[in-house]
Structures are given as C-alpha cells and as structure tokens.
C-alpha cells in the first residue's frame, strides 16, 4: 500500500539559515511525488512535483527536491529561508486517483 | 482565472445533524476530489467525482456522500455528524486526463465544527 512518512513533526531554524524537510514513501512503482505548502487556515499550495526524468525537481519559492529511489525519499530543500516560509509542509505520493499525504512538517523559523 | 472555490468557509453543526458542503473547480477542470484534514494531520481521501460518479472512495463510512453537478461543482454531504467530524475539508481539482500528473489546486476549505 501507499504511504508517506515524514518523520519531524517540527522543524526550527534561523531566518537565512538552510532548510532540509524529510519525505520517504512507500509504493510499488515509480511514483509520482509532491510537496504542498499550507499556511495556516489556508488550503494546500502546490511547491513543486517529481514524475521522472532529472531527480533533482525546482519548485516555486526558491525550493528544489531530490528524487533518490534506493532510498525511497524525496527531500524538500532550501537553501536561505525567509520569515514567510514559516508554514506546513506535505509530501505527497500518487500516481493513483488519489493522492496520498503525509503527516506534515511544521516549519517555524527564527528571526 | 479563479481557483478552486469553497463555501462556506466555517460551519457550526449539532451531533446527529446533516452537512452540505459546497465546492467549484477550478476554470478548466473538470474532477473533483474531497480531503479531510483533522487538527494536527494530514489530509485524508474521502472521494473523487468525475462525469458526476464517484470514481473512488477513500476508508470513510457511508454517512460521507457526495455529487457532481453538469458544470463540475461538487457537494459534499455528511449525515449523522459526530464530534469526530470536525476538521477542515479541502475541495481539490484537476483535469481527469492524468490527474494527479499534475497535481490538485486547493480550496481554502471548510472548517466545520461539531459540538
């Protein structure tokens, strides 16, 4: 069965600072992979997404991802983070009907 | 272009009453898929409508039902509301060629509250 894990509830780090959100996925295929972003009381923005092709995927907002398949992950990076990324964060797996989300990561930055 | 548009944004309901919520795709779109997303998680999959049927349903019981209209816009109902209802439901949209290729677009929700 599909899954997603992401395995910190909560991540802290300085304005300015460099960003890594973790992802592992579970599924038999080759997935589709997702990073929404949602602040709060807002719906789900999409950052950016992973069909094939080159496993290093850019997004909006200045974030990039890494597909790497032996390790079933696909990690959200940036490399200066900026106040208004204060948010939560997705993964996300399809390519089903449905797709499937992690628990989410909240991002609290640091002034 | 207008998103995907959801109403109402809040709601206050009694246990044992009944829930519409309402949602629009976005121009263009024409698949509709409904996600619950209780305090503190991620969103849930309840259901997808496309050529107004339901094409697949996630684990949530029968009180959880839904409809497509001729223009897309979608509704959905919940019966019987218990106090585990209360979450935030997230409209999402895409078109049905490879529909999660390309990733949903979210409404803003509905958050409903049972007491």
């Known amino acids: 069965a599909q899954s997603v894990t992401q395995p910190d509830i909560h991540i802290t780090v300085s304005e300015g600072a460099s960003l890594e959100l973790r992802c592992n996925y579970s599924y038999g295929a080759t997935p589709y992979l997702f990073w929404y972003v949602q602040s709060p009381g807002q719906g789900l923005q999409l950052l950016l997404k992973?069909?094939?092709?080159?496993?290093l995927v850019q997004g909006i907002k200045g974030f990039e991802a890494e597909f790497k398949r032996s390790q079933s992950s696909f990690n959200l990076r940036k490399p200066s983070v900026h106040w208004s990324d204060a948010a939560e964060y997705f993964c996300a797996v399809g390519p089903d009907d449905k797709i499937i989300f992690g628990k989410g990561t909240r991002l609290h930055i640091l002034p | 272009d207008a998103g995907v548009t959801q109403s109402p944004t809040h709601l206050i309901k009694t246990r044992g009453q009944q829930v519409t919520l309402r949602c629009s795709p976005k121009s263009g779109h024409d698949t509709v898929s409904w996600y619950q997303q209780a305090l503190g998680q991620g969103p849930q999959f309840i259901f997808q409508y496309y050529e107004e049927e339901e094409r697949q349903r996630g684990n949530f019981p029968d009180r959880f039902s839904g409809h497509q209209f001729p223009n897309y816009s979608s509704e959905l109902n919940v019966n019987a509301l218990l106090l585990g209802d209360s979450a935030l439901y997230l409209c999402?949209?895409?078109?049905?060629?490879?529909?999660?290729?390309?990733?949903?677009?979210f409404g803003s929700g509905t958050r409903l509250t049972v007491v």
């Open positions: 999402a949209s895409s078109l049905s060629f490879g529909s999660t290729a390309f990733g949903y677009t």
């Open positions: 992973y069909f094939s092709g080159d496993t």
